[in-house]
């Protein structure tokens, strides 16, 4: 063999091992990146059902005409492994038709991770309610009551 051959297969060599280490460092990334996006959706659906829950605790109420009922619930965080703390979330219960919930969180690295719930509730009022987490939601019958 000649000296120049050796240094072309080295050269191919060392190509080949840098694509390879490039693939294998790509994957792992989108492998981690989906995890942690199934991570937080588990944890917004796990919100959304709580204030499902609350909104069919209201609809009771109002049904049993108990004009002074209240509800208080506070909206845990959301907890990213890669973010220090825990993180904000939006969180919108349209109350137009058709009435739902919609939980999303955002970060500079992810795309928007959201989980949307349709409501069976027709809402006295007809305005969205907005809320963070970590913020106090206060069900009442003016706010949650549904219509007649």
């Not at 027709?122 to 007649?148: K, V």
């Amino acid at each position: 063999m000649k000296k120049g051959q050796i240094s072309l297969d080295l050269m191919l060599t060392v190509i080949v091992a840098i694509l390879l280490a490039q693939v294998f460092t790509t994957f792992t990334e989108e492998l981690v990146n989906s995890e942690r996006s199934t991570g937080i959706k588990a944890q917004e659906e796990n919100m959304a059902n709580t204030l499902l829950e609350l909104i069919n605790q209201s609809k009771m109420l109002d049904e049993n005409r108990d004009s002074n009922f209240n509800v208080k619930y506070i909206i845990p965080f959301i907890f990213d492994p890669y973010a220090r703390g825990g993180q904000d979330c939006n969180i919108t219960i349209k109350r137009t038709n058709p009435p739902s919930i919609r939980i999303s969180y955002l970060t500079n690295d992810l795309n928007e991770v959201f989980v949307e719930k349709d409501l069976n509730f027709n809402f006295r009022y007809s305005s969205d309610l907005n809320y963070n987490c970590g913020q106090a939601i206060d069900a009442n019958r003016d706010h949650w009551g549904e219509a007649n």
